[in-house]
């Protein structure tokens, strides 16, 4: 099992920026890849990225590119997405999931921080 936690969410103006934070506790954090997802309200879930243990291999969702970044730091067990030049249209529950290497789903998720943007 795997325990994720986020934070870091808030109410931020348009332009600004955040750094969401998830922490990650239980089995041993090389084993995942780990993604962010979101998803706002009456819409799909989505990914924002994902980023390998080795943080080699990173991807960001195109549309988000060049103002997201995704990070992990393996000695804390904590992926971080930073946000910047934020959008209204950025408004949603962000979510910190993981996936064993190996596996083709996400198996486990955290229960979301909530970011908001206004105009």
């Known amino acids: 099992q795997v325990q994720l936690v986020e934070s870091g969410g808030g109410l931020v103006q348009a332009g600004g920026s955040l750094r969401l934070s998830c922490a990650a506790s239980g089995r041993t954090f090389s084993r995942y890849t780990m993604g962010w997802f979101r998803q706002a309200p009456g819409k799909e879930r989505e990914i924002v990225g994902n980023?390998?243990?080795?943080?080699?291999?990173?991807y960001i969702a195109d549309p988000l590119k060049g103002r997201f970044t995704i990070s992990r730091d393996n000695s804390k067990n904590l992926v971080y997405l930073q946000m910047n030049s934020l959008k209204p249209e950025d408004t949603a529950l962000y979510y910190c999931?993981?996936?064993?290497?190996?596996?083709?789903?996400?198996?486990?998720w955290g229960q979301g921080t909530q970011v908001t943007v206004s105009s």
């Open positions: 999931a993981a996936r064993e290497v190996t596996a083709a789903e996400y198996e486990y």
């Open positions: 980023v390998a243990y080795t943080s080699t291999n990173k």
